[in-house]
């Protein structure tokens, strides 16, 4: 839930970009944007971002295997392991 710091209204935006960018940077905490009292958008630091769609992606990859798993697709651990000492070898 956003505190009540981090409600802007898009006027507020507008003449204080600067101001948002530099809070931004010192505590990441998102910015929530209004306009005309309605939600409007958030604004948060590119690093917030990068780690979300990173945590995103693995996700997405953790999800895929679940699906396959289910599916009675993939390897047995034993086998996995095997796979990765035979490789292993190969490289030295």
């Known amino acids: ?19 948002i960018s530099e809070d ?23 690093k917030s971002f990068q780690e979300k769609e990173a945590l995103i992606a693995a996700l997405k990859i953790i999800a895929l295997g679940e ?5 009675g697709q993939g390897i047995s651990v034993a086998d996995s392991r095997a796979q990765l000492a035979a490789a292993r070898q190969r490289r030295k």
């Open 1 to 19: 839930m956003p505190s009540a710091a981090n409600i802007k209204s898009i006027s507020y935006l507008k003449s204080h970009a600067a101001q």
């Open 24 to 46: 931004l940077e010192m505590n990441g905490t998102p910015f929530f944007i209004t306009q005309n009292g309605e939600a409007s958008m958030v604004i948060e630091s590119v």
């Open 67 to 71: 699906k396959d798993r289910l599916q």
